[in-house]
C-alpha cells in the first residue's frame, strides 16, 4: 500500500474572515475561518471517507507565507488541534503532520514558526510530525538544504519539542527563483540533477529526516522548478538510483569525521557504506570487506586504501 499524505486547507471565501485577491488559490482561501465548526464539519468528512486510504493528514500549507494564510500563529494552532482531535478519533492509526513553514524566507519563518510552535506546546503538542519546507535560494545547493534543516531543529529545540518527534520535509526542489528580485531560477539537469538527488536523500538519512517529498513529478517541465523529474530526467534518475542503494536496506548509522560523513547499510545480508565529503573533497578509507567504488551513474571500480571523495555520495560494497 502505498502511503497518501493529503494537505488540509484552505478556506472557502464564504468563511473567511479576510478576504485578499492575493490569497492562492483563490480570494479567502489564506484566511482563518469564520466558523471553527465548518472547520471541524470538514475534517471530519474527509476522515470518515477517506480512513484507511490516506494515511497522513498535514494541516496546511507554508503557512508562513501570507498568500497561503493571513491568520496568527495560534489560529493555526487552535486549526491544528481540532484537526488532530477528530482525525484519531476516527482514524487512530493516520498520522497528523504539523503546518509546513517556507524554510528559505527567514524573515517569515522567524516571526510564524517559534510562535506555532509555542501554541502547539501548550496545546501539548498535537501532532504526530512536523512538517516543514526546505527550498534553498535560486542558487542553493544541497549543503544549503542542510542549513535551512538545522534552522528548522534549532527553532523545534528552542521551543522543548519532543527529542523524538519525526521530520518530514514535506516539498522540495532547487533552483528555485528568489528570493529577492536578484536571484533568478537556475536549471539543474542532467548528471548534475541525478547527483543532487542522491546527495539530498543520504542527507535526508544522515540527519534524521524520516520522509522526504520532491515537488513534483510531471509529464512534462514545470516551469517554477530548478529541476525537473519528469520520467527521463537527471533527477529521476537520481531517484532511481537512491532506490537501488538504499529501498530494502537495514540502515546501520551514520558517522561525520568532519570531513567526510560516512552511512553503513545492509540488505539480504550483504554490507555497503555511502561515503562522500562534507565540503569540496575529502579522504576515505572502506571499510574493510569493501573493495568496489560505485558511482551515481551505477559504475563501480576496484579500489584499496583511501580514496578521495566529493560531496556526491559514492557507494562502496564488496
Known sequence: MTDVLMVLG???????????????????????????????????????????????????????????????????????????DIIKKIDPSALVVSASPSTRLTASFTKFFPAYLKALAAKDWPVDVIGFHTYPAADGDPVARGALIQATRDALTAAGAPADIPLWDTELNYGLAGPGPTNPRQTIQGAEARDWVVQTSFDSLHLGIVRTYWYIWTPAPYPLLGMQLTNDSGAVKGLRIVEQWAVGSTWRGCTDDGSVTSCALEKNGVPATVAWANAVTGSFTPPAGLSQACSTKNECVPVSGPVELTETPVRFIP
Open 10 to 84: 484552505t478556506t472557502p471565501e464564504w468563511n473567511a474572515k479576510k478576504v485578499s485577491p492575493d490569497d492562492y488559490p483563490q480570494p479567502g482561501a489564506a484566511s482563518a475561518p469564520k466558523d471553527l465548526k465548518a472547520w471541524d464539519a470538514w475534517v471530519t468528512e474527509v476522515a470518515t471517507r477517506y480512513k484507511g486510504r490516506i494515511t497522513s493528514y498535514q494541516i496546511w500549507n507554508e503557512a508562513n507565507l501570507k498568500n497561503f494564510w493571513n491568520g496568527t500563529p495560534e489560529e493555526m494552532a487552535e486549526l491544528t488541534k481540532r484537526a488532530y
